[in-house]
T-cell receptor, first 117, second 115 residues
Framework: EAGVTQFPSHSVIEKGQTVTLRCDPI?????LYWYRRVMGKEIKFLLH????????ESGMPNNRFLAERTGGTYSTLKVQPAELEDSGVYFC???????????????FGPGTRLTVL | KNQVEQSPQSLIILEGKNCTLQ??????????LRWYKQDTGRGPVSLTI?????NTKSNGRYTATLDADTKQSSLHITASQLSDSASYIC??????????????FGAGTRLAVHP
């Protein structure tokens, strides 16, 4: 079974340009998460989809970031216009819903390394 | 403020030796605590998950402990191998209704195992 995949693996763009990151979750996983790790910092939550709906977008840094998950399958994260501080590694994760106390195990993709020059 | 702190920041050990990584957290409402291994250029991979009532969990040479009273956890690696070189991330899950969990990440401990 394929894991979570992300595209591209690396992206180098100039300040002011637009970049779109894509995440394909594990088939059948309704939950999809976006995270970001900026240089030297811990991974931080950006937002969470349940199917095509945004469950929690409290971690989105500002309105230059737009996430979509049309049809509840793959998701895109667009940064427009990109700023220098947007550089980092963007991770996507997916999980099945779980009602147990253990919560839902999240499976991570390899990440997209974004460099804004 | 929800926070997860890890120590040490980095660690170098010789192959075959044991080591213990530490994690302290202040997260509410607590749901579970996870340890992830992240190899360079890869996404984090789950090693263990412990709920409030579990105080130890093993996965091969990895053993995690949890003290929910003191809000501390440790990850012990036995008989280290070169392939254990990676970042180890402590992640605490804040649980909300409907089975939704929000993950709070520590900054990780970077482990290097030398021959």
């Amino acid at each position: 079974e394929a894991g979570v995949t992300q595209f591209p693996s690396h992206s180098v763009i100039e300040k002011g340009q637009t970049v779109t990151l894509r995440c394909d979750p594990i088939s059948g996983h309704d939950n999809l998460y976006w995270y970001r790790r900026v240089m030297g910092k811990e991974i931080k939550f950006l937002l969470h989809f349940v199917k095509e709906s945004k469950q929690d977008e409290s971690g989105m840094p500002n309105n230059r970031f737009l996430a979509e998950r049309t049809g509840g399958t793959y998701s895109t994260l667009k940064v427009q216009p990109a700023e220098l501080e947007d550089s980092g590694v963007y991770f996507c994760a997916s999980s099945q819903a779980s009602l147990s106390g253990r919560g839902n195990e999240q499976f991570f993709g390899p990440g997209t390394r974004l460099t804004v020059l | 403020k929800n926070q997860v702190e890890q120590s040490p920041q980095s660690l170098i050990i010789l192959e075959g030796k044991n080591c213990t990584l530490q994690c302290n957290y202040t997260v509410s409402p607590f749901s579970n605590l996870r340890w992830y291994k992240q190899d360079t250029g890869r996404g984090p991979v789950s090693l263990t998950i412990m709920t409030f009532s579990e105080n130890t969990k093993s996965n091969g040479r990895y053993t995690a402990t949890l003290d929910a009273d003191t809000k501390q956890s440790s990850l012990h690696i036995t008989a280290s191998q070169l392939s254990d070189s990676a970042s180890y991330i402590c992640v605490v899950s804040a649980g909300f209704s409907g089975g939704y969990n929000k993950l709070i990440f520590g900054a990780g401990t970077r482990l290097a195992v030398h021959p």
